[in-house]
């Protein structure tokens, strides 16, 4: 199958600092990517939707000038958690669509300080 | 809107002992439906998914799930359960004809494998 590789897997930060998460598809184009959030024991929560050479659909009550969405290339979405807070800590995975199936990276666990 | 029901949180089962998970769906039309499985701090591995054709599907590490439209649901199912199957467990569906293809996931099942 496809695969999405996730950078990094896990970062602490400072609060107030900012953090880039990277989403790349190795062996494929992906003109839309998925970014997740994924509360301890809970389960994944669509942010928002990154389309390549657009600006990414968010999802209702997500701060879009907090998490800032680039997906410049059709194999790279990153997501920027801007002025961290540590609140923002959290589990946080994208996908990649190909054809009708999503494949998902390994995650990043980001942890604010 | 689709939703995703997960109705149990916490699952144990006996190493070697049968295994179902339930998830019922709420779609308005033919629905894509995926199980997926996450290990701690991991991100999520296919096991499954039905797009059309025979309701029986295989997936892989000895899964399978059974799509029943009257009944709205997609049960996972293995005959018989390894310690490495402890994991948390998400059915998810996703629109048909979505250019987005969002993917909309129930709330997880944690399985548990007693020794």
């Known amino acids: 199958g496809a695969v999405v590789s996730q950078h990094p897997s896990w970062v602490i930060c400072k609060s107030g600092t900012s953090v880039k998460i990277e989403c790349r598809s190795l062996?494929?184009?992906?003109?839309?990517m998925f970014w997740y959030r994924q509360f301890p024991k809970q389960s994944l929560m669509l942010m928002a939707t990154?389309?390549?050479?657009?600006?990414?659909?968010?999802e209702q009550g997500v701060e879009k000038d907090k998490f800032l969405i680039n997906h410049a290339s059709l194999t790279l979405s990153t997501l920027t958690v801007t002025s961290a807070h540590p609140e923002d800590s959290s589990f946080y995975i994208c996908?990649?669509?190909?054809?009708?199936?999503?494949?998902f990276g390994q995650g990043t666990r980001l942890t604010v300080v | 809107a689709q939703s995703v029901t997960q109705p149990d949180i916490h699952i144990t089962v006996s190493e070697g002992a049968s295994l179902e998970l339930r998830c019922n769906y709420s779609?308005?039309?033919?629905?894509?439906l995926f199980w997926y499985v996450q290990s701690p701090g991991q991100g999520l591995q296919l096991l499954l998914k039905?797009?059309?054709?025979?309701?029986l599907v295989q997936g892989i590490k000895g899964f399978e799930a059974e799509f029943k439209r009257s009944q709205s649901s997609f049960n996972l199912r293995k005959p018989s359960v390894h310690w490495s199957d402890a994991a948390e467990y998400f059915c998810?569906?996703?629109?048909?004809?979505?250019?987005?293809?969002?993917?909309?996931f129930g709330g997880g099942t944690r399985l548990m494998v007693k020794p």
């Open positions: 062996d494929f184009q992906a003109t839309t």
């Open positions: 039905y797009f059309s054709g025979d309701t």
């Open positions: 998810a569906v996703g629109a048909v004809n979505n250019a987005g293809n969002m993917l909309t």
């Open positions: 990154s389309n390549e050479g657009s600006k990414a659909t968010y």
């Open positions: 779609y308005g039309a033919t629905p894509y």
């Open positions: 996908s990649a669509r190909q054809s009708a199936e999503a494949f």
